[in-house]
T-cell receptor, first 112, second 114 residues
Framework: AQSVTQPDIHITVSEGASLELRCNYS??????LFWYVQSPGQGLQLLLK??????LVQGIKGFEAEFKRSQSSFNLRKPSVHWSDAAEYFC??????????FGAGTTVTVRA | DTEVTQTPKHLVMGMTNKKSLKCEQH?????MYWYKQKAKKPPELMFV???????INESVPSRFSPECPNSSLLNLHLHALQPEDSALYLC?????????????FGPGTRLLVL
C-alpha cells in the first residue's frame, strides 16, 4: 500500500525567506508524486508533479521539488516566500490503483 | 483550461432536508471524484466515476448518493445528513481514473448541517 508522511505540521517563515516542506513516501514501484496547495476555504491547486525523468521539477508560483529515490523523498522548495504563499500544502502519491494517497498536510504561516 | 466548477459555494441544510451538490468539467476527462474534507485534514475519497459508471464507493453511508448524468457532470445528492457530515466537499476529475493521473480539483462546496 502507498502512503505519504509530511513530518512538519506547521511551519512559520518570514516573508522573503526560503521555504522547504518535507515529504516522504512509501510505494513499492515507481511513484507518481504530486504537491497541491490549498488556500483557506479553497480547493486544491496542483503546484507540480513528478512521473519520471529529471528529478528536479519546476512548478507554478516559483516552487520546485526534488525527487530522491534513495531517501524516498519529494521535498518542496521556494527560494523566497511571499505573503500569499500562506496556505496548506499537501504531498500525494499515486500508483497502481485509482487512489491518490495524501499526506496530513503542512500549514505554512508567513510573517511580515 | 483545467477548471472544475462546483455549485453551490456554500450550503446550509437541516437534518431532514434533501439537497444536491453539482460539479462540472469541460476538460474531456472520463473520471470524476467526490472527496470530503474536514478542517486541517487531507481530502478523503468518497466516490469515483469512470466512464459514467460508479467504479469506487469508499463505504460511504447511503445518505450520500452520487450521480453522473454524463461525462462532464457529477452530482452528489444529500438526504437526512448528520451534523458530523458538515465539511468541505471537493470534486475532482482526471483522464480515466487511474492512480497515476493528475487530478484537478474544484473550489469545493462548504456544507453545514444543522
Amino acid at each position: 500500500a502507498q502512503s505519504v508522511t509530511q513530518p512538519d505540521i506547521h511551519i512559520t517563515v518570514s516573508e522573503g525567506a526560503s521555504l522547504e516542506l518535507r515529504c516522504n513516501y512509501s510505494y513499492g514501484a515507481t511513484p507518481y508524486l504530486f504537491w497541491y496547495v490549498q488556500s483557506p476555504g479553497q480547493g486544491l491547486q496542483l503546484l507540480l508533479k513528478y512521473f519520471s525523468g529529471d528529478t528536479l521539477v519546476q512548478g507554478i508560483k516559483g516552487f520546485e521539488a526534488e525527487f530522491k529515490r534513495s531517501q524516498s523523498s519529494f521535498n518542496l522548495r521556494k527560494p523566497s516566500v511571499h505573503w500569499s504563499d500562506a496556505a496548506e500544502y499537501f504531498c500525494a502519491v499515486g500508483g497502481g490503483d485509482y487512489k491518490l494517497s495524501f499526506g496530513a498536510g503542512t500549514t505554512v504561516t508567513v510573517r511580515a | 483550461d483545467t477548471e472544475v466548477t462546483q455549485t453551490p459555494k456554500h450550503l446550509v441544510m437541516g437534518m431532514t432536508n434533501k439537497k444536491s451538490l453539482k460539479c462540472e468539467q469541460h476538460m474531456g476527462h472520463r473520471a470524476m471524484y467526490w472527496y470530503k474534507q474536514k478542517a486541517k485534514k487531507p481530502p478523503e475519497l468518497m466516490f469515483v466515476y469512470s466512464y459514467e459508471k460508479l467504479s469506487i464507493n469508499e463505504s460511504v453511508p447511503s445518505r450520500f448518493s452520487p450521480e453522473c448524468p454524463n461525462s462532464s457532470l457529477l452530482n452528489l445528492h444529500l438526504h437526512a445528513l448528520q451534523p458530523e457530515d458538515s465539511a468541505l466537499y471537493l470534486c475532482a476529475s482526471s483522464q480515466e481514473g487511474r492512480g497515476t493521473e493528475t487530478q484537478y480539483f474544484g473550489p469545493g462546496t462548504r456544507l453545514l448541517v444543522l
